[in-house]
């Protein structure tokens, strides 16, 4: 059984920097995918970075890339989003995702979420 468990958010000043965590179990490395979404109070859930499970591909929303990068620690079993120069408009609550075959940053790729953590940017 795949279960995510995110960890790592809180409250930063704009500029600053936080890492989220996201401890992942039940996913089979040969195969699949891992992703960051970040999700507002009546917005959709957006796409933030993905990254295959074999490590290829990494990939960050256009809209966050030079501040977002996603990474992984198979040995530990761990995701990770490293986010700089963080603004105001980044407070959101933060999902990881995983998903056995498909990819990518639609959230509907994904059959696997976690509960989320929020990240709170003040100016």
């Known amino acids: 059984q795949v279960q995510l468990v995110e960890s790592g958010g809180g409250s930063v000043q704009a500029g600053g920097s936080l890492r989220l965590s996201c401890a992942v179990s039940?996913?089979?490395?040969?195969?699949?995918?891992l992703a960051w979404f970040r999700q507002v109070p009546g917005k959709e859930r957006e796409g933030v970075a993905s990254?295959?499970?074999?490590?290829?591909?990494?990939g960050t929303a256009d809209s966050l890339k030079g501040r977002f990068s996603i990474s992984q620690d198979k040995t530990k079993n761990m995701l990770y989003l490293q986010m700089n120069s963080l603004k105001p408009e980044d407070t959101a609550m933060y999902y990881c995702?995983?998903?056995?075959?498909?990819?990518?940053?639609?959230?509907?790729?994904?059959?696997?979420w976690g509960q989320g953590t929020q990240v709170t940017v003040s100016s």
């Open positions: 039940g996913v089979t490395y040969m195969s699949g995918c």
């Open positions: 990254i295959f499970t074999n490590g290829l591909g990494p």
């Open positions: 995702a995983a998903d056995q075959s498909r990819c990518g940053l639609r959230a509907w790729a994904y059959e696997y």
